[in-house]
T-cell receptor, first 114, second 113 residues
């Protein structure tokens, strides 16, 4: 089945700096890669997603890159702000309805230092 | 539009009991998926239902089951509870499936004593 590894587990950056979170996946059939943000005590919320026919996608301060050959994808947050502090989860799935459903990484706790 | 609603918010059960959790999706959403969240394992996919049919199932034992009704509301059942089943159970809904934006509920916090 699909396996998603996420690094680092904790990331501390100064406010205004950039943050990068990396994920690798094992199943070459995976073609949908979302990122969810979960603030303390709240529900996960989608912040950006990418499909395998695209190499990069950007939404304001957030961008995701995908390298299908190496089977890894990354989340980039620029000009970090205090409200970016949260746990971020990457995930992978096969839109063909693979039996694994949606496989998540174990999460990265992003801490923005003032 | 009302968001995804999960009931109950908290549950305390003892080992060996069974439990049923409920999820009402956003109106018009036909896909409901369920997840187990624990500090050690993160978010793990349980199963997805679409139009009353289970479409995907994660790697969980048969004690975990679910169903979906004609109004897209879904229930999840866990039988013969074990201590390790203590977790936050989240459901999410979407228009067509798990390969698009999911809208999560607030979850049901299950404690097994």
């Amino acid at each position: 089945g699909e396996n998603v590894e996420q690094h680092p587990s904790t990331l501390s950056v100064q406010e205004g700096d950039s943050a990068v979170i990396k994920c690798t996946y094992s199943d070459s059939a995976s073609n949908y890669f979302p990122w969810y943000k979960q603030e303390l005590g709240k529900r996960p919320q989608l912040i950006i997603d990418i499909r395998s026919n695209v190499g990069e996608k950007k939404d304001q301060r957030i961008a995701v890159t995908l390298n299908k050959t190496a089977k890894h994808f990354s989340l980039h947050i620029t000009e970090t702000q205090p409200e970016d502090s949260a746990v971020y989860f990457c995930a992978a799935s096969d839109s063909g309805g693979g039996a694994d459903g949606l496989t998540f990484g174990k999460g990265t706790h992003l801490i923005i230092q003032p | 539009k009302a968001g995804v609603t999960q009931t109950p918010r908290y549950l305390i059960k003892t080992r060996g009991q069974q439990v049923t959790l409920s999820c009402s999706p956003i109106s018009g959403h036909r896909s409901v998926s369920w997840y187990q969240q624990t500090p050690g394992q993160g978010l793990q996919f349980l199963f997805e239902y679409f139009s009353e049919t289970q479409r995907n199932k994660g790697n969980f034992p048969g004690r975990f089951s679910g169903r979906q009704f004609s109004n897209s509301r879904s229930e999840m059942n866990v039988s013969t509870l074990e201590l390790g089943d203590s977790a936050l159970y989240l459901c999410a809904s979407s228009l067509h499936g798990i390969n698009e934006k999911l809208f999560f509920g607030s979850g049901t916090q299950l404690s097994v004593l």
